[in-house]
């Protein structure tokens, strides 16, 4: 019982002052799969699903590290997303583990409750739990610092995700994303989680694939960026009105709902010059877009100063 409560005083020490990593007595034991990047396949729901692991060269299997699960959009996939998003980059040099996991169906895309892209009516997000059991068995994870984000429809199941798996998930982080859309019923959206997650979201208001509120013209008219922002802000129970900040250009707007139970946080950042992309991502080699705003900085640094607290 002494020693479980050194290390829990340690991990507490060390994410006070904003260390990425958990370091662990020289004898514990813990996965000693070497740095790389590996592409790896597992059952879950009767289907084989692969995804890529990258283990930076910071692990050397005494230190806990902390995980992002990033989930492609639909027709995209994880080689692809992997180095668009460039999260791939952002994790070497920050010293955490990504996972990358492939959607199903043609074009690939994920199973969300509210939206069926899948193809096959997948049960993604125990995919992405049976994930991230599996990661665990192959390289240190801290359990206080794993993420998922996504973009679009991977967007959706971050937000999923982070409600079904809230046991597990200390934040999401969801660029051009939604928590619901509308049906015959009025609006069906994700459950609300068990316990309290932060959310980084990330919107376009020139989006023209998932709509950024209902005044815009989009193929997808869901619940909107401001409103999937107040439903986290509330299942988390934060202040009810956010703290307001704009970029010097007038471009980026950001909403700040603070005060949650056990510190969780709601972030909305709002674009306005901002299309369906991931900012910041690689459309093409060597060029950037929307250069003015960076989804792989901004959802990192959320996601370091968030852990879970329990």
């Not at 009767?46 to 590290?65: C, E, K, N, Q, S």
């Not at 994930?131 to 998922?148: H, K, L, N």
Request: include cysteine; glycine fraction near 12%; charged fraction near 20%.
């Amino acid at each position: 019982m002494r020693g479980r409560l050194g290390l829990i005083l340690l991990a507490v020490a060390l994410s006070s002052f904003g260390c990425s990593q958990t370091s662990l007595p020289k004898s514990t034991a813990l996965p000693s799969k070497a740095p790389g990047r590996y592409s790896e396949t597992l059952p879950s729901d009767g289907v084989t699903r692969h995804y890529i692991l990258r283990v930076p060269r910071a692990y050397d299997a005494t230190r806990r590290l902390p995980l992002v699960v990033l989930l492609h959009g639909w027709t995209g996939s994880a080689q692809t997303f992997e180095a668009y998003s460039r999260m791939a980059e952002k994790g070497e040099k920050e010293g955490f583990i990504l996972v990358t996991p492939d959607g199903l169906g043609q074009p690939q895309g994920w199973n969300v409750g509210f939206l069926d892209l899948s193809g096959k009516h997948a049960d993604d997000v125990g995919f992405v739990g049976h994930v991230i059991d599996q990661v665990e068995t192959e390289v240190g994870v801290d359990p206080d610092r794993v993420y998922v984000a996504g973009f679009s429809n991977g967007a959706m199941l971050a937000h999923l995700a982070g409600a079904r798996l809230s046991d597990r998930i200390a934040a999401i982080g969801a660029v051009a994303g939604t928590v619901g859309l509308p049906n015959a019923d009025g609006q069906k959206a994700i459950p609300a989680p068990a316990s309290p997650v932060s959310a980084m979201l990330i919107h376009g208001k020139k989006d023209s694939m998932v709509a950024y509120d209902k005044s815009a013209s989009a193929l997808l008219a869901g619940i909107g960026a401001e409103e999937s922002a107040q439903w986290w802000a509330g299942q988390d129970g934060c202040a009810k009105t956010p703290c307001q900040t704009m970029s010097a250009n007038g471009n980026v707007a950001t909403e700040t709902f603070s005060g949650g139970r056990l510190g969780a946080e709601v972030i909305l950042v709002s674009i306005a010059n901002g299309v369906h992309a991931w900012p910041g991502g690689l459309t093409r080699p060597g060029h950037e877009s929307t250069p003015d705003v960076d989804a792989a900085d901004l959802l990192w640094q959320f996601f370091k100063s968030h852990p879970k607290r329990r």
